[in-house]
């Protein structure tokens, strides 16, 4: 399997494993000519027609695209009718954008799929603002491998909307923080962004407030930030992550931190950083937003996410 892409999830779709009959079958047949078998299991099973007449498989011929019944048929079933792996198992699927070049705003989007184990963690429908996720190939597909940020209720766990912490059973935590109103960026001036979140939570010793977060532990963190831009074709878009160690006196850029090399802009310029940067407790960081198009543009919105991995995951 591929290394580890970072990648934009736009939205999730759910479907039903199986496949189509692609021609009309009459009462007594007990062959199935499908779109595709492949997703039948060859040593026989259960499926259902048209989500009322179930019958066993024996085997199937992926090459030929055929699945032979135990049985046969009781009525008769016209081509494209639905036939589904029995009991009816549902997949996830997700359109993302893999993150890493320079050309991300312009790249094509691909199909992954959300291993099961995942699915109470990324539900369907669209996403707006984008979500973040890890996914990688497995020589066949495009496969998610985690969501950081997304994580399931379990016991011990406080979830919250909007700006939020949350502490896990086993002592990982998030923050993240979000800016949805624009906000007007003059023209070659390096801007601060201030997240206009409803509610600041703090159950893990995070200190907030609407530019910076300080971190509660020493350790490995994953960040992820974007802030996209209003629609201009003009000029050049970039967001770096600053870090204070002595409470706010002086704040220094950080090169892991920012997003890369100044992203030409497109019709919409969206300016991203992904990183994973080790941090010691009450280290501060903010970001800023910097943009060349001749005059003030808006930025639309911004995201930031800190999620704590531990003291050491060397």
Known sequence: MEKLKLAEVFSVTETTI???????????ASVLSLASAAMFDPDGGQLILGGTEIHSYISIDVDAGTVTLAD???????????????????????????????????????????????????PTGVRS?????????DG???????VPGTIPVIAGSLETSG????????????????????????????TLIDYDTVQDVDNDGYVLSDTVIELPRTGQ???????????NGTGLRQLVGQKSTDGGGVWADQETLKSNE???AEAVGVAIVA????????HQFRFRVLQTSGGALNLNDSDLLFLYLGPDVA
């Open 129 to 137: 603002p984008s979500e973040w996720a890890t996914l990688a190939y």
């Open 221 to 231: 963190y994953i960040v992820l930030a974007n802030a996209r831009f209003a629609a």
């Open 262 to 264: 100044y992203p030409k």
């Open 163 to 190: 700006n939020e912490a949350v502490l896990l059973a086993d002592g990982f935590s998030r923050v993240r923080r979000r800016r949805s109103a624009t906000k007007s960026i003059n023209n070659g001036t390096s």
């Open 275 to 282: 990183a994973s940067i080790g941090a010691d407790a009450g």
């Open 72 to 122: 046969t048929l009781l009525a008769a079933w016209g081509s494209s009718t639905e036939v589904q792996i029995y009991p009816i198992v549902t997949q996830r699927f997700a359109e993302v954008l893999p993150v890493g070049s320079k050309d991300h705003d312009s790249a094509v989007s691909v199909r992954a799929r959300i291993p099961n184990l995942l699915m109470d963690r990324i």
């Open 140 to 146: 066949r597909e495009w496969v998610l491998q985690d």
């Open 18 to 28: 199986g496949s189509l009959l692609d021609t009309d079958l009459a009462i007594g």
